[in-house]
C-alpha cells in the first residue's frame, strides 16, 4: 500500500502541471467552473483522498506505539 | 453597524479565550504548548487557521482578479498535497520527538538534533526576521480591512469638500435627504459635500442627474468621492486594536486560548467566505450567468492561465513555497501541542478539502470581479468591493469578521512562538551568563510577554509606514521558510546530516534571501521564469549535502538517539 501512496502522489504531483488545458476556459463544469479550475479542485479532492489512504494505511507504527505508552 | 458587528466579533473572541483560560494550568508547559493535550479536531483547526493568513479570503480574490484561475494551481492545489505531506513527514515525526525528549520549541530540537548551540545563535536571528514580516503581513492587512470596512463611522460633520462641476445635468435635482449634506452653487459651478461619505453613495448621486449619468457626472462623483473623507476607522488605529486584541487573549491564555481561538476563528472565515460566495452569487444572477459575463467581456482570460497571466515555469516552481510550513517556528509549536500521534490524521486528509472549500469561493469571486471593476481596482480591495457592492452592511460586519478572523488566526500563534523562542532558546539557555540565574516558571512567561509586546510594537511602528506591497512582501518571507526546508527533513531522515551542514545551509538561505530582497519587494520576481524559491532551496540543500560530507559525521551516540531501530523493522 505504501508504494501505491506514493505512486497516487507522485501522480498527482505530474498531472497538477496540466498544459493541455492551459488557454482554456471551456468546457464548463456545472455550468460555471471553467475547466482549468475545475481540473484542481479535483486535484485538492484527490490530494485529500490519497492522504486518507496514507493515513489509514501508512501511518508509521512507532507512533500507534507511542500513543499506547 | 460595521463596526458594532466586528466588536461584536471581537468581545465573542475574547469570551471564548477567556473561557479557555479557565482551564489553563499556571506552567509554562501549559503556557507555550497547552500541556499537549489538543485533539483531532482542535488540532485541524489550528494548523489550518495558522496556515492560511488574510491571503486565503483577501490575497486570492485579489491576484485572481488580475491572475486568473491559474492561482488556484499555484497556490491551493500544490499546497493541498504538500502540506499534508509535511504534516505526515515532518509533523507526526517531531511530535513524536518532542513528546520523548521534551522540546517546547522548534529550535530547541534543533539544537538537540545537532547538538550545535552555534546552529541556534544562527537560526534564530533568521526566523525571528521571518515571523517579523509575517507578522507585519496581519498588522497591514487588519489596518486596512477595518478601515476599508467602516466608511462613515464617523460623521466628519466640520469637513467640506468642494469640486468644479464641468457640465450640470440638465435634470440635475437634490434630493431632500441629502440637502443638509449637499448643495450647489450656479455662480461657481461648485459642487460642495458636508461630512465624509460611503463610497457605496456613488450610486445615489448618479441617479442625482435625474436620468442616465453622463460621462461628466460621472467625473464629478467620481472626484468628489475620491476628495471627500470616508469618516472610517483610521488605518493604525484599526491595526493597534487587532494587535491589542491578539495581545490580550494571547498573553492571559497562551497556547490553549490561541488553539480555542483558532478553532473559532477557522470556522467563521470558512463559513463567512462561503456566505459572501453566496450572497454575491445570487446578486450577479447566478453562477453560470457570472461566467457568461466574464466570457463575454474583454476580461476572458482570467477564465484560463493563458494570455501571458501565468509562466508554465513559475507555475511548476511554485511547488517549492508550500514546504515553508515545514518551517514555519509557530506551526511546529502547535505540532508539539497534540495529545496523540493519531490526532494528526484528520488534520493530513481534512486539510486539503478545507483548502478547498475556502479558495473556490474566492477564485471565482475574483475572476467574475475582473468584468464588473475597472482593472485599475486596487487588488487588495477586491474582495471589500465585491461584498460592500452586493451586499447590506450586516453582510458586510459578518464577512470583515471572517476576513479579520483569517488574520487574527496566523498572528496569535506566531506572537506566541517568538515569546517562547526568546524564552526557552536564549534566555533560558544563556540567562546565567548574564547572571539571571534560574529563570522560574512564572519569570519565563513574563519574559515571554515582555519579548513579543517588543517585536508586535515594532511591527506596529513598521506598520505606520504603510509598506507597500504585502503580497510580494508574504511571498518573499514564504520563501525564506521554504529554503530552510531541506535542514528539517534532513534532521528526521538523514542520520549523517551533522550541524556543519546545518549551518552551512541557513547561512546560504540568509545571504541569498538577502541578495534578492530588493528586487523580490518590488513586485512579481522571477528569475529564468522560475520562482526565485527554486534557487536558493537549490543552493541551501547543496551547502547542506555537500558541507554534511567534507565534514565528521555526527557522534555515534547522537544518531542511535535520534534514530533508534523502528518497530516496524524488528
Redesign the interface.
Known amino acids: 500500500m505504501r508504494a501505491a501512496v506514493v505512486l497516487l502522489l507522485l501522480a498527482l504531483c505530474v498531472i497538477h502541471h496540466d498544459m493541455w488545458w492551459w488557454g482554456e476556459a471551456e468546457p464548463l463544469v456545472f455550468g460555471f467552473i471553467p475547466i482549468g479550475l475545475a481540473w484542481h479542485v479535483l486535484i485538492s479532492l484527490a490530494a485529500g483522498a490519497v492522504w486518507w489512504l496514507a493515513s489509514r494505511f501508512c501511518w508509521p507504527a512507532d507512533l500507534d506505539q507511542l500513543d499506547a505508552e | 453597524m460595521t463596526l458594532g458587528i466586528l466588536l461584536g466579533y471581537v468581545a465573542l473572541l475574547l469570551f471564548v479565550t477567556v473561557f479557555s483560560a479557565r482551564f489553563l494550568k499556571r506552567s509554562s508547559g501549559d503556557y507555550f504548548l497547552a500541556s499537549r493535550g489538543i485533539g483531532s479536531f482542535m488540532l485541524l483547526m489550528s494548523i489550518f487557521g495558522t496556515t492560511m493568513t488574510a491571503f486565503a479570503l483577501v490575497g486570492s480574490t485579489g491576484r485572481s482578479f488580475s491572475k486568473g ?2 492561482v ?2 499555484l497556490m ?3 499546497s ?2 504538500i502540506h ?2 509535511c504534516f ?1 513527514l515532518i509533523g ?2 517531531v511530535w ?1 520527538l518532542g ?2 525528549h521534551g522540546y517546547v520549541t522548534q529550535l530547541g530540537f534543533f539544537r538537540d538534533r545537532f547538538r550545535s548551540d552555534g546552529l541556534v545563535l544562527c537560526l534564530f536571528p533568521v526566523m525571528v526576521s521571518f515571523v517579523l514580516i509575517y507578522i507585519l503581513m496581519g498588522v497591514v492587512g487588519s489596518g486596512r480591512v477595518i478601515e476599508a470596512l467602516t466608511p462613515e463611522t464617523f460623521a466628519e460633520a466640520d469637513a467640506k469638500t468642494a469640486v468644479v462641476v464641468q457640465e450640470l445635468p440638465a435634470k440635475f435635482a437634490i434630493p431632500g435627504s441629502w440637502k443638509d449634506r449637499l448643495s450647489y452653487d450656479a455662480a461657481t459651478k461648485t459642487l460642495t459635500l458636508t461630512g465624509s461619505i460611503h463610497p457605496k453613495r456613488r450610486g445615489e448621486l448618479f441617479k442625482m442627474a435625474g436620468g442616465p449619468p453622463t460621462l461628466a457626472w460621472k467625473q464629478t462623483v467620481g472626484q468628489l468621492i475620491q476628495k471627500a473623507p470616508r469618516g472610517a476607522v483610521p488605518y493604525a488605529v484599526g491595526m493597534g486594536f487587532i494587535c491589542l486584541v491578539v495581545l490580550l487573549y494571547v498573553f492571559f491564555g497562551g497556547m490553549r486560548a490561541t488553539a480555542w481561538a483558532n478553532t473559532l476563528q477557522t470556522i467563521v472565515f470558512i463559513v463567512m467566505g462561503v456566505i459572501a460566495f453566496l450572497v454575491i452569487t445570487s446578486k450577479l444572477g ?3 450567468e ?2 457568461q459575463k466574464l ?1 463575454g467581456s474583454p476580461m ?1 482570460d482570467r ?5 501571458g497571466q501565468l509562466h ?1 515555469l513559475q ?2 516552481t511554485y ?1 517549492f513555497i508550500p514546504l515553508s510550513v515545514g518551517m514555519f517556528p509557530h506551526l511546529f509549536q502547535h505540532w508539539l501541542t497534540a495529545k ?3 490526532s ?2 484528520l488534520t ?6 478545507c ?2 472549500v475556502t479558495w ?1 469561493p474566492c ?2 469571486v475574483g ?1 467574475w470581479a475582473a468584468a464588473e471593476l475597472p482593472a485599475t481596482t486596487n487588488v487588495n480591495s477586491v474582495l471589500g468591493i465585491m461584498v460592500a457592492k452586493h451586499s447590506n452592511e450586516v453582510l458586510s460586519g459578518l464577512i470583515g469578521a471572517g476576513i479579520l478572523a483569517a488574520i487574527m488566526s496566523s498572528m496569535d500563534s506566531q506572537f506566541l512562538c517568538l515569546g517562547s523562542l526568546f524564552t526557552n532558546d536564549i534566555v533560558v539557555r544563556y540567562g546565567k551568563r548574564f547572571g539571571l540565574g534560574d529563570v522560574s516558571d512564572r519569570s519565563k512567561v513574563m519574559i515571554g510577554r515582555a519579548f513579543v509586546l517588543v517585536m508586535v510594537l515594532v511591527a506596529f511602528l513598521i506598520g505606520l509606514a504603510e509598506p507597500g506591497g504585502v503580497f510580494p512582501m508574504g511571498v518573499w518571507c514564504f520563501t525564506g521558510f521554504a529554503s530552510l526546508f531541506p535542514i528539517v527533513f534532513a534532521a528526521i531522515y538523514w542520520r549523517r546530516a551533522n550541524k556543519q551542514g546545518a549551518i552551512a545551509a541557513v547561512i546560504t538561505v540568509a545571504a541569498l534571501w538577502l541578495y534578492f530582497l530588493k528586487d523580490a519587494l518590488k513586485g512579481e520576481f522571477l528569475i529564468g521564469g522560475m520562482m526565485p524559491v527554486t534557487i536558493v532551496i537549490g543552493a541551501s540543500t547543496l551547502a547542506l549535502v555537500v558541507v554534511t560530507l567534507v565534514t565528521p559525521p555526527p557522534p555515534r551516540d547522537l544518531v542511535d538517539k535520534f534514530f533508534p531501530k ?3 523493522q524488528t
Open positions: 484561475i491559474g488556484y494551481g491551493a492545489s500544490w493541498a498535497i499534508s505531506a505526515f507526526a515525526r513524536a513528546k520523548k447566478g453562477a453560470a457570472a461566467t466570457l476572458a477564465a484560463t492561465r493563458g494570455g508554465k507555475f511548476l511547488c496523540k500521534g493519531s494528526f490524521k493530513v486528509w481534512a486539510h486539503p478539502l483548502i478547498a473556490v477564485i471565482l475572476i523502528r518497530v516496524d
